[in-house]
Each structure stands twice: as C-alpha cells, then as structure tokens.
C-alpha cells in the first residue's frame, strides 16, 4: 500500500508564510501527479495546486500569486509554500498523488489525511 503523509499546518497571523510537505512512502514505483486540494467547513473540496512529474504546475485562482508548489521527485515529495495568507485560506488541506505501485503501469489515487492551517490575528 501507499502512504502520503502531510506536515507543516499550523497557526499563522495573515500576512505570514507556511510552507505544506505531502511525503509518498511504502510501495512507490512511481508517482504521476500530486496535487494540493482544501475544504473549509460548508464548503466542497477545491483545489489548491498540482503538479506533474516533469514540474507543470496549476493553480487554483484564489491563491495564483502567493503559492507556490513543487516537488522532488528523488524523495517523492511535494511542497507547498504559501506566502501573504488571509484568514479565507483557513481550511484541511490535504495532498493527492496517482502511484504506480508496480511496473505494470496501473495507476492509483491516494489521498492523505489532511493538516490544518488556520490563519487568524
């Protein structure tokens, strides 16, 4: 199985930086694109940013501008660093990556469980 594991949510006052680790582990072969989705209380999940393998990158049109996502793929890991937060980036953020678990090439979905980031004076 696969395992994405997230790290770096916390308390920030808006204005101030985070920056999001989504970490693949267990029976990687391969990662195809990650992505960074987030939901905030009585809202639907929308998405934040994603990047394939070779460094393409979208954003979500609330954040263009003041986020920035990447990877390495060595270490099969994405970044997301946020700069200039307001209080209506407050929401579970949680990544998403399409894994080859085998040479076979069969693509799977897996989801993280999500870190909060709360912005907030």
């Known amino acids: 199985q696969v395992r994405l594991v997230e790290s770096g949510g916390g308390l920030v006052q808006p204005g101030g930086s985070l920056r999001l680790s989504c970490s693949a582990s267990?029976?990687?072969?391969?990662?195809?694109?990650m992505g960074w989705y987030r939901q905030s209380p009585g809202k639907g999940r929308e998405l934040v940013a994603r990047?394939?393998?070779?460094?393409?990158?979208q954003y979500g049109g609330s954040v263009e501008g003041r986020f920035t996502v990447s990877r390495d793929n060595a270490k099969n890991t994405m970044y997301l660093q946020m700069n200039s937060l307001k209080p209506e980036d407050t929401a579970v953020y949680s990544c998403?990556?399409?894994?080859?678990?085998?040479?076979?090439?069969?693509?799977?979905?897996?989801w993280g469980q999500g870190t909060q980031v709360t912005v907030s004076s």
């Open positions: 998403n990556a399409l894994v080859d678990m085998d040479e076979l090439g069969s693509h799977y979905d897996f």
């Open positions: 267990g029976r990687v072969y391969k990662v195809h694109g």
């Open positions: 990047i394939d393998a070779g460094g393409w990158s």
